[in-house]
């Protein structure tokens, strides 16, 4: 078995894509729970009932940065 740290930093990013695009399409081995779904159910029913709500990108990477 291959040691991550013997990889060059190009090789790890492949490997993880590889894997990323494995559990991506494997999309019956990720299940949200009640809960999640739920919440995500809910979320999306208040930002289509009001768009205008919370902050566009540059307002939150200007809080983040603080500039």
């Given at each position: 078995m291959m040691k991550l740290n013997d990889l060059t930093a190009r090789e790890k990013v492949t490997l993880a894509q590889q894997l990323w695009d494995s559990v991506a399409n494997d999309q019956d081995a990720i299940k949200l729970t009640t809960a999640q779904k739920n919440e995500l159910d809910n979320?999306?029913?208040?930002?289509?009932?009001?768009q205008n709500v919370g902050s566009d990108w540059n307002t939150i990477k200007s809080k983040i940065l603080g500039s």
């Open positions: 979320r999306l029913a208040q930002f289509e009932s009001d």
